[in-house]
């Protein structure tokens, strides 16, 4: 309502993850600019790159360049297009009732948690900060999945 609201917390963060298998990975976040057309995600390798579409619009085309390509080619969807933003409680809802872990677990949620509060403490203390707490990397979604289903 024209108000002004003073922000308490960074709002343009950028950090640097050395994963535990031996990935390196960067991560840029701002509320600071007006626009962007950076890839929202993409997978650099010894053998190429992965480019993801915006996660936020769940949809899109997944993009390889191998090394020695001429262009980017598609990787065709291996799952319904049908998925939606409800599919995170709708897998909940599932694991719930058939007794399996469902993939946004709370041990997830507190190692993303703890990532989140080690880069803005690393960025405070100018040094490296070692994260202890460990997550399962959740299955995927089985292939061939009927349209509205998300347990074979």
């Given at each position: 309502?024209?108000e002004?609201?003073?922000?308490?917390v960074?709002t343009?963060v950028?950090?640097?993850?050395?994963?535990?298998?031996?990935?390196?990975?960067?991560i840029?976040m701002?509320?600071?600019?007006w626009?962007?057309?950076?890839?929202?995600?993409?997978?650099?390798g010894?053998?190429g790159?992965?480019s993801v579409?915006?996660?936020?619009?769940?949809?899109?085309a997944?993009?390889?360049?191998?090394?020695?390509?001429?262009?980017?080619?598609?990787?065709?969807?291996?799952?319904?297009?049908d998925?939606?933003?409800?599919?995170?409680?709708a897998?909940?809802?599932?694991?719930?009732?058939?007794?399996?872990?469902h993939r946004?677990?709370?041990?997830?949620?507190?190692?993303?948690?703890?990532?989140?509060?080690?880069?803005e403490?690393s960025?405070?203390?100018?040094?490296?900060?070692?994260?202890d707490?460990?997550?399962?990397?959740?299955?995927?979604?089985?292939?061939?999945?009927a349209?509205?289903?998300?347990?074979s």
């Open positions: 309502y024209g002004k609201i003073k922000v308490e960074p343009h950028a950090g640097l993850m050395n994963f535990v298998d031996g990935p390196i990975g960067s840029i701002s509320f600071d600019i626009y962007s057309q950076l890839p929202r995600i993409e997978i650099y010894a053998q790159t992965l579409p915006d996660p936020n619009t769940l949809g899109g997944v993009r390889i360049r191998q090394a020695g390509d001429s262009d980017w080619a598609e990787i065709q969807h291996t799952h319904s297009d998925i939606n933003r409800g599919i995170g409680v897998d909940m809802a599932y694991a719930l009732r058939s007794g399996r872990q946004a677990n709370g041990e997830m949620a507190f190692h993303v948690l703890d990532l989140m509060r080690a880069i403490e960025s405070d203390l100018g040094r490296h900060i070692v994260i707490s460990r997550c399962d990397r959740p299955d995927p979604l089985p292939v061939g999945l349209p509205g289903t998300l347990d």
